[in-house]
């Protein structure tokens, strides 16, 4: 079974209805069901959150973003994980509040009943330079060395749990995080099947949007 959630800033309307246009969207595609997830603010107090879980905040300051915001995002995802390392059996989807469902999913990896961690970035990138996979269909992940873009991937329980106990190490921002020096189970899809569609940031300073594929002269930063 495959679970799909699009994280969703609740007290943002902005965020709430770039969430709703991730739903329909998926449902365009056959991607039923999709559920808004709650995400994680700083009102939240995430320095708190961190230490509570044993998750070190020193890889949160960096030029790009803003430290509380950005651990923030990271925690929206890691109770995503939280939740998937519950169920052995299942597989999540997770978006962002900002993806665009472009393509059907086409053939994807098995993930549900795999004792061995499976993870698969189905986003195009969203920033920066980046390699174009040279084979249809699922391959190791090549566009970058990291996730390119967290708005969208699959995971299951086994993928869930090797990121719980390594963000107790070296944390950092989600895409950043998810990287192949740190796991060997990273895989992408391509032809992407979704695109970061975003017009604006809670996140990024100005120096962390300049690379973005949608920045320009409208583009907000909040």
């Not at 098995?110 to 174009?132: D, R």
Request: glycine residues 6%; contains cysteine; aromatic residues 10%.
């Amino acid at each position: 079974m495959i679970k799909a959630y699009v994280i969703t800033i609740e007290t943002f309307p902005k965020s709430v209805r770039s969430a709703s246009r991730c739903i329909m969207s998926a449902a365009d595609y056959g991607i039923e069901g999709v559920e808004m997830w709650k995400a994680t603010i700083p009102e939240d107090d995430p320095k708190k959150m961190l230490k509570d879980r044993g998750i070190p905040a020193a890889g949160f300051t960096e030029v790009y973003s803003r430290p509380e915001r950005c651990m923030s995002a990271f925690l929206s995802h890691h109770r995503l994980w939280e939740e998937c390392a519950k169920e052995n059996d299942d597989a999540y989807l997770i978006f962002e509040h900002d993806a665009v469902i472009t393509d059907e999913l086409g053939v994807m990896p098995k993930m549900h009943s795999l004792t061995v961690p499976m993870l698969c970035s189905i986003g195009a990138p969203s920033y920066g330079k980046f390699h174009t996979p040279q084979k249809l269909g699922v391959n190791k992940l090549v566009s970058k060395q990291y996730l390119p873009g967290a708005h969208a991937y699959m995971l299951n329980g086994s993928a869930a749990k090797a990121l719980i106990e390594r963000a107790k190490i070296d944390a950092s921002p989600t895409d950043v995080f998810i990287h192949n020096d740190r796991f060997d189970f990273l895989n992408e899809m391509y032809p992407y099947a979704a695109i970061a569609k975003d017009t604006f940031t809670t996140i990024q300073r100005k120096q962390g949007c300049l690379a973005k594929h949608s920045y320009g002269e409208k583009y907000e930063i909040l």
